[in-house]
């Protein structure tokens, strides 16, 4: 993509062969194992992909991020999180995630993530247990995830930014901006 430094596809997949991991199917990254962790932010463009999956609506999947920004009287998110039933992702299932392809960026590529140009690793339960990066094949899906996900997660920032700059954000109420425009919650 024009215009966005990101680390080269090589030096993300010589990363990630120093990382040896194999997802154990623990559900733990689905799961809150502390306070607000494994929240999944999901932008408008995924939660639509999930509805297409499901007969769910929009605020049946996703929820505004509890990230709150307060300026003044102006209180407002930058984006969504899919719902949790308890502390569980709502797409939990008892032999794991019931819309795995339809899963989110931060799924599908996780426990690694790009950070600038560096490869970042979660915490996970799978690091060092197996040897399914050692395959190029899985080696090159998780590349080509990173990068996916990488340019739609820029995307998604730079239309928050024009958003920001062409709406007013009302005081009093709950408003999530995202990179569709500005949804007002409530009140
Ligand atoms: S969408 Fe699927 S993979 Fe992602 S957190 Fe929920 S259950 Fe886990």
Redo the contacts with the bound molecule.
Sequence with gaps: MPGLNRISDQNISIEIRKTPFTCMRC?A??REIEPGS?L?LVSPAEVRVIMAATSLTFDEIAEPYPDFIHEGKRRYTLGWA?RRDGNR????GEH?????QS??W??RTYPFMIDNENLMVSPCSGIGTGTDVMDPEIVNRFVQDLIDRQQAEKAEEEHIAEVLTREQIPAGKLVVIDGEGMRIMNG
């Design positions: 559900g990254c689905c494994n999944v899919i992702c709502k797409f939990l794991g995630c019931l819309i795995y899963r989110p931060i799924c």
